[in-house]
């Protein structure tokens, strides 16, 4: 049986770090981090997400802002709260709850943020800096830092030897955690949709990630005996065994099987899902570091 990664505890960690930097920020130049969160409409889920993140920002010792717009907030009225935010020195990171609702659109909004309080590493100059190598110019996107803090620890800072595939190529996660494996010296296969013979691809992996939105898709012999996987996916399925129209979350990974065949394994949920709102605390002290001149901590 493989070792399992406890996410919640590895956050538990990098939270610990927050508070610490957190604290000698303010003792050394009486700066306290601002995180600015906007959320539209009236999304069940966002609002569960944003309180969540507000409330570990407190217990970060982040000022937390949070701006709730109404549904029908123009396009016009949510740029000029963002360039507002841009110009206020107190606000550190900016953060826009996606998705936003269907009226407005979304990526003008995040490329407005200034590049420097982008804490959810969206914008293209982030990702830019991510994709050349430049992991201490930019903020990384939170997921795919929260899972290589995970293959760090596994494996060390060096990757040099051993191959990675990651099943996925999306901005938000495939691309940019392809990108931090390949800075970090791994050999990496970026592979989706379209790659042939996926099972082999996959089974040449030391570091299997699977970010492609399909439960329980990576079965046992698509994993390298010992293999490290890494799952970021979330799915719902029907659950009948606890009552009718029940649901649980799993994984892009079939996890039962596969936990026999990997040497370590996240699981879902309490795998790579707690780090997410770790890192978003962890750039926006890394943002107000370099605010204030210093530089910032390693998380």
Known sequence: MSVRIDGKQV??????????????????????PGLAVVIVGDDPASHAYVSAKSKMAKECGIT???????????????????????????????LVQLPL????????????ILPEKDVDGLHVVNAGRVATGDLDGGLVSCTPAGAM??????????????????IGRSNLFGKPMSALLLAANATVTTAHSRTK??????????????????????KADWVKPGATVIDVGINR?????????????????????????AGVITPVPGGVGPMTIA??????????????????PRF
């Open 101 to 112: 609702p269907k009226h407005l659109s979304s990526d003008p909004i995040i490329q407005s």
């Open 11 to 32: 956050a538990a960690e990098v939270i610990a770090k927050i508070k610490t930097a957190t604290a000698a920020l303010e003792a050394d130049v009486r700066v306290r």
């Open 64 to 94: 937390s802002i949070q701006h709730t717009l109404p549904e029908a907030t123009t396009q016009d009225e949510l740029a000029s709260l963002v360039q507002t935010l841009n110009a206020d020195s107190s606000i550190h990171g900016i």
């Open 237 to 261: 399925v029907p659950a009948p065994d606890k009552g009718e129209g029940k649901f649980r979350l799993v994984g892009d990974v079939a996890f039962a099987e596969c936990e026999k065949v």
């Open 279 to 296: 890192m978003l605390m962890a750039n926006t002290v890394i943002a107000t570091y370099r605010s204030a001149g210093r530089k910032p």
């Open 149 to 166: 803090v995970f293959v760090r620890r596994i494996h060390g800072e060096d990757l040099s030897g051993l191959n990675a595939v990651v």
């Open 197 to 218: 013979d996926l099972p082999p691809v996959c089974r040449n992996a030391d570091i299997l990630v699977a970010a492609v939105g399909r439960p329980e898709m990576v």
